[in-house]
């Protein structure tokens, strides 16, 4: 994809739906992930991934949930860092990644690149 805009190429990593953009990734999340958002394994048993609590359904009901933000906490008022949980986990391990839904008012997610930099870029999906 190429960048025409004159704003700049918005880049960020987002842990809650599970999508990073290429960059560097100088942690593994799996070995040291909370208990109940390992997985998947390999057929040896070590984890592979981290879910977040949100997608690991940690409070019961995803509709209305403070990891997932949803239903009566759809808010940035209502679903506040601090009511999320593993959320220092994931902030501390990947400091400029999204770790729930309102992150970016943390002002480390979303960078920009200036549009002097003519963005070109190929995504590339890992397996």
């Excluded at 809650?16 to 942690?27: H, K, L, S, T």
């Excluded at 592979?48 to 690991?56: D, E, H, M, R």
């Excluded at 770790?99 to 397996?127: D, H, M, Q, R």
């Amino acid at each position: 994809m190429t960048s025409r805009s004159s704003a700049g190429t918005p880049a960020d990593a987002d842990l809650e739906q599970r999508w990073m953009p290429c960059r560097r990734v100088a942690a593994d999340l799996g070995p040291n992930c909370p208990a109940p958002l390992k997985e998947p394994f390999d057929s040896t048993g070590f984890p592979l991934g981290c879910k977040s609590a949100c997608v690991a359904n940690l409070d019961g009901n995803q509709a209305n949930s403070k990891n997932c933000c949803s239903g009566q906490y759809s808010t940035p008022a209502t679903c506040p860092p601090s009511g999320v949980q593993c959320y220092s986990y994931f902030k501390n391990v990947c400091p400029k990644s999204y770790v729930y839904a309102y992150a970016e008012s943390s002002g480390t997610t979303l960078w920009t690149c200036p549009s002097s930099k003519k963005a070109n870029c190929t995504p590339i999906f890992c397996p």
